[in-house]
């Protein structure tokens, strides 16, 4: 590992095959704390590569458990995190409005590390027991029409640097890394990206990877459709920018979408919105995500009949009803 550190430190970067071959001997146990710490450091320092993604996503997916649901005609909904914005858990929510609808999803997550409350917190609080085998992730995917992949039970590489990550408490290219290793294989992701830098890497990796791909970025730095301002979009034709009246809603203030200071607060939220009593601001970017997510399946219509889809399914209770179903 020093003379990896020695190579990063001159401003070298890796091959694929090195990041691949170094990630999966982190995941092995084979550096001690302090190298990996050091490592993982030098990319907070500079930005990560398209090859060194590369590289770090096949490690993650060869070393990750296999999953078999079946199908993957599937929906996923992430973000990488990391967007210093505290908001609720838009994503999550979001999934279970889509899952409302019909659309199987399976949602890949974890603890949150730079935020109070990530899926996998949420989800918890809320009585959800995590599963680790494909049969009881087919049975709540049959159930509600969704299943959550908590990421370290999945992925040993995850589990053996999340002590690591908490300490930090700093976004980290595991934050970036997470959206992309669904071990699920979804056919659909609609990924929320914290940078533009980082949306046009994503774009170069999917466009060679996966068809059905939806990056979003709000113009003013969250992971997702925030309506706090424009949203950037990119997906396998190219970019868009949409305003908050062309996806249907008006502008809302970042306060409005505070996630809360406490996993509590955070679960408490989650669950009145489903049970239908989120503001409209709360409502209106779930939805806007939701809808957003349907469309990229190309099997719901255009924008406007999927927000019709995902309005009738949060507002119906259908969405609620998944979640439900998924904890009993």
Known sequence: MKQILQYLFNHNTLSKAEAKAILTE?????????EVTAFVTVFLMRSITLEEMEGFQEALLRLSVPVDLGTHDLVDIVGTGGDGKDTFNISTLASFVVAGTGQKVAKHGNYGVSTISGSSNVLEELGYQFKTNSED????????????????????????????????????????????????KP????????????????????????????????LDGYDEISLTSDTKIFDKSGEYIYSAEELGFKNIDPESIFGGNTKGDAASIFKSILEGNGTDEQNSVVLANAAMALKNTEKHGNYEDCLALATDSLESGKALKCLQNIIN
């Open 26 to 34: 982190i995941a092995q146990n084979k550096f001690n704390e302090n």
């Open 137 to 184: 992730l087919r049975k709540d995917l049959e159930n509600g029409n969704i299943c959550f992949l908590h990421a370290p039970l999945f992925h040993p590489a995850l589990r053996s640097v999340a002590p690591l990550r908490k300490g930090l408490g700093l976004r980290t290219f595991f934050n970036i890394l997470g959206p992309l290793v669904n071990p699920a």
């Open 187 to 218: 056919k659909f992701s609609m990924i929320g990206v914290y940078s533009l830098e980082i949306a046009r890497i994503y774009q170069y990796l999917l466009q060679k990877k996966q068809e059905n791909f939806l990056l979003v970025h709000a």
